[in-house]
């Protein structure tokens, strides 16, 4: 007997689809949410972008320019953490790992005062998800500067796991192992954000030497079969984000999409926004472009989703 995401994927019932229960493990939380939604608010007619990113620096100035500019402030901020709930309520997400970096906690001042307008907008319109808060670190983060707040952070048990984004400089992945150390002492998920753009030799590089838990992205595992082989047995997940990796320029479309492969090697693959805010692509969205083009089937996407609800112990 098919299941009910099954069954509404080959009748293309979207809506139906969006109230079946669904993992977000990789979604950057002030980024998370629908543009129509700040629009409304702020009474802005800001636009999603188009053409595809040339650069992360150049994703990172769309950021600034469209983004922060268009939607600025405490009130801005606040307003783009509760469209990311909103979204993620209205999409049927039961399981949500969502992202926050050192800047936006310095920004309220203190851990404690970021806790509470996080945890203050969450209760309010998504206190039905399963939430893992993530701290997430700079790959040219001076992590010895900032080793003090860190501490602070992963001792106030609060975050749940903890991951490196942006340009990736796996060269400099040894700054990062003690404070990796010292979050895994404490219960933490050990993630990183690799093989989005580097070589396939990086992932294993960064999972070796920071004992990753979990890979963000990680696409370009998929150029060595005894890579993916070794990730598949040692039961390391991959939150992988189609909509972004096409975006990016890292994917030329959903058909050649690499999730696929990974999926057929037996790896813990799960289906992510990333940034919804920018990417315009919901996990609905997701896995209907990904069964449209006939990447995954229905079965294979419920296999998918089923893995990322295990992460909430949701089943």
């Given amino acids: 007997m098919s299941s009910l995401l099954e069954s509404s994927l080959r009748e293309n019932d979207y809506d139906k689809i969006k109230q079946i229960a669904k993992s977000d493990l990789h979604n950057h939380g002030s980024n998370g949410g629908r543009l129509s939604y700040l629009n409304q608010y702020f009474g802005k007619e800001v636009q999603a972008p188009s053409e595809r990113f040339v650069s992360i620096e150049e994703l990172e100035w769309w950021i600034t320019k469209k983004i922060g500019c268009e939607f600025p402030g405490k009130t801005g901020y606040c307003k783009r953490i509760e469209a990311a709930f909103v979204q993620c309520h209205e999409d049927g997400i039961k399981v949500l790992c969502m992202s926050f970096t050192l800047e936006e906690i310095k920004y309220w001042g203190n851990i404690s005062n970021f806790m509470f307008i996080i945890n203050k907008i969450r209760n309010k319109y998504a206190d039905d998800i399963v939430f ?3 701290i997430s670190l700079k790959w040219d983060c001076d992590v010895e500067k900032e080793m003090e707040l860190l501490e602070t952070i992963i001792d106030r048990n609060w975050f749940c796991s903890i991951d490196i984004c942006g340009r990736e400089d796996t060269d400099r992945v040894q700054n990062f192992k003690e404070l990796f150390r010292k979050a895994k002492q404490k219960g933490f998920c050990l993630r990183a954000h690799v093989g989005e753009f580097g070589a396939w030799k990086n992932i294993m590089h960064v999972i070796n030497v920071l004992e990753l838990d979990e890979v963000n992205h990680g696409i370009s595992i998929c150029n060595e079969k005894s890579a993916m082989r070794y990730c598949a ?23 050649e999409h690499p999730i696929r492969e990974m999926f057929h090697e037996g790896m813990k693959v799960t289906i992510n926004s990333d940034d919804c805010l920018i990417f315009n692509q919901s996990v609905t969205d997701e896995y209907v472009n990904l069964f ?24």
């Fill in 233 to 255: 047995e040692q039961g390391i997940w991959f939150h992988v984000c189609p909509g972004s990796n096409i975006m990016m320029g890292r994917v030329k479309n959903y058909k």
């Fill in 132 to 134: 893992y808060p993530e």
């Fill in 292 to 315: 449209k083009a006939g990447t995954l089937s229905a079965y294979e996407l419920e296999q998918i989703r089923k893995y990322g609800l295990e992460k909430g112990n949701v089943l």
